[in-house]
């Protein structure tokens, strides 16, 4: 199975200031097809997920463009400009290259 | 507006068989592959497996495939999920998700807790 690592695990930040999460895979994503199926999902407290990127950069409808997905291979980055409160939560990192599709363990965004 | 909502869920015994059933709306139900994700109380997330939008497909995690069994109604725009011979490592809210791996949209989960 591929193995995703999320780093930190728990990330502190005020509002407005910048987050950063990176992902790693233990292989490289990139599918026979030249597609890169690496999603971010975020679940804020009580919620159920929503996704916020696939494949690696794209953002799903109604994320704001404070949201923005980067990487290759096996290292990806979700990085969050001007942190908002309705932001705080956890962000994982989601692999749909290859079965079984494998989740990191998660990043809880907190408010410093 | 998509939505999916999960049913079926409760405590059961180990050992017991339990279906868990997902309703989906607002969009055409056999046009798209769907998945079970579920979520440990610890909030890990495991992929359970999917299905092709025809039904004519199916893949699981390796782990779970001799004991959980995807289908899926296009007709009745239902999604089902099998789960057999529980164990109290498979409490969890499970999810439905349109789509492959983690989907555009998830339902609000069902939880199962297994206990004596």
């Known amino acids: 199975d591929i193995v995703m690592t999320q780093t930190p695990l728990s990330l502190s930040v005020a509002i407005g200031q910048s987050a950063s999460i990176s992902c790693k895979s233990s292989q490289s994503l990139k599918y026979s097809d030249g597609k890169t199926y690496l999603n971010w999902v975020f679940q804020s407290p009580g919620q159920s997920p929503k996704r916020l990127i696939y494949?690696?950069?794209k953002l799903d409808s109604g994320v704001p463009d404070r949201f923005s997905g980067t990487g290759s291979e096996t290292d990806f980055t979700l990085k969050i400009s001007r942190v908002e409160a309705e932001d705080l939560g956890v962000y994982y990192c989601c692999q749909g290259s290859y079965s079984p599709n494998t989740f990191g363990a998660g990043t809880k965004l907190e408010l410093k | 507006e998509v939505q999916l909502v999960e049913s079926g869920g409760g405590l059961v015994k180990p050992g017991a068989s339990l279906k868990l059933s997902c309703v989906a709306s607002?969009?055409?139900?056999?046009?798209?592959?769907m998945s079970w994700v579920r979520q440990t109380p610890g909030k890990t997330m495991e992929w359970i497996g999917d299905i092709k939008y025809d039904g004519s497909y199916t893949n699981y995690a390796p782990s779970l495939k001799n004991r959980f069994t995807i289908s899926r109604d296009n007709a009745k725009s239902t999604l089902y999920l099998q789960m057999s011979n529980v164990r109290s490592e498979d409490t969890a809210t499970y999810y439905c998700?349109?789509?492959?791996?983690?989907?555009?949209?998830w339902g609000q989960g069902t939880l199962v807790t297994v206990s004596s």
């Open positions: 998700t349109r789509g492959i791996a983690a989907g555009a949209y």
């Open positions: 494949q690696v950069s």
């Open positions: 607002g969009f055409t139900f056999s046009d798209y592959w």
